[in-house]
């Protein structure tokens, strides 16, 4: 099998190589695709080394699946190349996610769905995934009537540029500029571009993409996006109102039960989510699980990720994996 990755030398491109050879993927040729600049560069890949090719070249090569990390520009353009060539591209950016004629994938919601004539599959963004990890199966239980989550983004859901920034200002030293207002010992209450109607286009994309992955436009959900000064991971205050009372013991037990989540709720121990426990690891978590007291039927809790790997990296190769175990490439 050959496989594409467009994007190799980004951040999230880097993560999906070192997903891809931790799950034992089954590539046969892996086909390393960047900008032009990178072009030639060497990528080192289970032990061989490949070279960098333009994604002209990687078209023309007929790779069987393609993974994209590489900007919407970029997707727009090359994913229906691809897609001619009988390329499945599974793309990471917010290009095709709202397309309603292409899917959008976690895995353990939805994969369901897909199809040997999916040719372009969207990946949906860092913060949905996690969320949509916990709200499906007590959607599922309970009915969900509103959600309010307000985002604690890490800079790396930015790129380089931005990590560059936050090391920079931390050690004191002038460099480029990712975002307009210092990031070290601050919070940006702004992720992405706002919009028209004063929200972000990351507050929309969870809004949008999570009725569409848990196909219930019924459900109303508001958000609030922000950037913290933390290296890697996303962390979430959700409140959630259900159409159903629950059982807080039913529910610890729901989320438990839920493959790809890991419940961490022990107050007692102060044991909870947090970023700098979920580096590196391909579960969501959740805790800090607790009775809105102020409003009936209504949950807060806690749900941290790993923005480059399950909210990114690591749900593209398991939408991979699907697309294989089920012969659907």
Known sequence: ?????????????????????????????????????????????????????????????????????????????????????????????????????????????????????????????????????????????????????????????????????????????KGEMAYPYRIDLNCLPQVDVFLDNDYTKEEMKMVNETKKIMMDNSIALTATCVRVPVMGGHSQAVNITFEKDFDLTEVRKILSNTSGVTVQDDIANKIYPMPVNAHGKDDVFVGRIRRDESLASSLNCWIVSDNLRKGAATNTVQIAEYLVDHKLV
């Open 1 to 173: 099998m050959k496989v594409a990755l467009v994007g190799a030398t980004g951040l999230v491109g880097c993560e999906m190589l070192k997903v891809l050879e931790e799950r034992n993927f089954p590539i046969e040729e892996l086909i390393p695709v960047a900008s032009e600049n990178s072009v030639g560069k060497k990528i080192s890949f289970k032990g061989k080394e490949y070279s960098v090719i333009t994604i002209e070249e990687a078209v023309k090569r007929k790779p069987a699946i393609a993974l994209f990390s590489a900007g919407s520009t970029v997707s727009l353009m090359y994913a229906p190349k691809f897609a001619e060539a009988r390329t499945t591209v599974i793309d990471n950016s917010s290009a095709w996610r709202m397309h309603p004629e292409k899917k959008l994938i976690v895995p353990e919601i939805n994969g369901q769905v897909l199809m040997v004539t999916d040719k372009i599959i969207a990946n949906p963004n860092c913060s949905t995934i996690q969320l949509v990890m916990v709200l499906n199966p007590l959607h599922k239980k309970y009915q969900i009537k509103r959600i309010v989550v307000s985002t604690y983004q890490s800079v790396s859901g930015t790129g380089k540029a931005a990590v560059n920034q936050l090391m920079n200002e931390r050690n004191n030293v």
